[in-house]
């Protein structure tokens, strides 16, 4: 079954508000990434978030991780019009593995 | 420069027709991959190569071969094309197999008529 699911599946803000999209998966993980893919484009890698790390920081943006609750989040902060894409993340499947499992994504539309 | 490239870039074919996809990586990275993309937005992995050695084999029907002529490529072969490939399929590359991060392709459209 899929490893990572985002919610919500779809979010419209106006540009200038901070946008949260939210990743849950099913089983214990070394690594959670979140990749951003603009429309027919690939995907872009945004941030990693290892299990014994909590929060991360990356110019507007910022993830958390709570491994106890198997869940993670991503914040936009201060919007563009261009964060305008889809944003997945990426679970690595069962430990001793390298294969990511992604989910499908939230479509984050930004309005000027 | 493009680090990772992908040809065609779209692709209209008959169902029942082999057609092959193109990648390359000039990153000099040592792991490459193949995922599907359905109409859902869904991204599934299909394989991985590291060191031109199959590291990752989904359950992919065995019509999908992939071939690795060396680090740089990873080709994508599908025989008899049906409709249910209709899909865009992305090659990606990483540093080791550990996917951290993975460079994506801008992908191939694939259309099955």
């Known amino acids: 079954s899929q490893q990572g699911e985002e919610d919500p599946q779809a979010l419209s803000i106006q540009e200038g508000e901070n946008a949260t999209m939210n990743c849950s998966y099913k089983?214990?993980?070394?690594?959670l990434q979140w990749y951003r893919q603009n429309s027919g484009r690939g995907l872009v890698h945004l941030i990693l978030?290892?299990?014994?790390?909590r929060e991360k920081h990356s110019g507007r943006l910022r993830v958390t991780l709570d491994t106890s609750k198997k869940s993670s989040s991503l914040l936009i902060t201060a919007s563009r019009a261009a964060d305008t894409a889809s944003y997945f993340c990426?679970?690595?499947?069962?430990?001793?593995?390298?294969?990511?499992?992604f989910g499908t994504g939230t479509r984050l539309k930004v309005l000027a | 420069d493009t680090a990772v490239s992908q040809t065609p870039k779209y692709l209209v074919t008959q169902m029942g027709n082999d057609k092959s996809i193109k990648c390359e990586q000039n990153?000099?990275?040592?792991?490459m991959y193949w995922y599907k993309q359905d109409s859902k937005k869904f991204l599934k992995i299909m394989f991985s190569?590291?060191?031109?050695?199959?590291?990752i084999n989904e359950t992919v029907p065995n019509r999908f071969s992939p071939k690795s002529p060396d680090k740089a490529h990873l080709n994508l072969h599908i025989n008899s094309l049906e409709l249910g490939d209709s899909a865009v399929y992305f090659c990606?590359?990483?540093?080791?197999?550990?996917?951290?991060?993975?460079?994506f392709g801008d992908g191939t459209r694939l259309s099955i008529l």
């Open positions: 978030i290892r299990s014994n790390e």
């Open positions: 190569y590291n060191n031109k050695e199959l590291i």
């Open positions: 089983t214990s993980i070394n690594n």
């Open positions: 990606a590359s990483s540093q080791g197999p550990q996917g951290l991060p993975q460079h």
């Open positions: 990153l000099g990275h040592d792991t």
């Open positions: 990426a679970t690595d499947a069962t430990s001793g593995t390298y294969k990511y499992i």
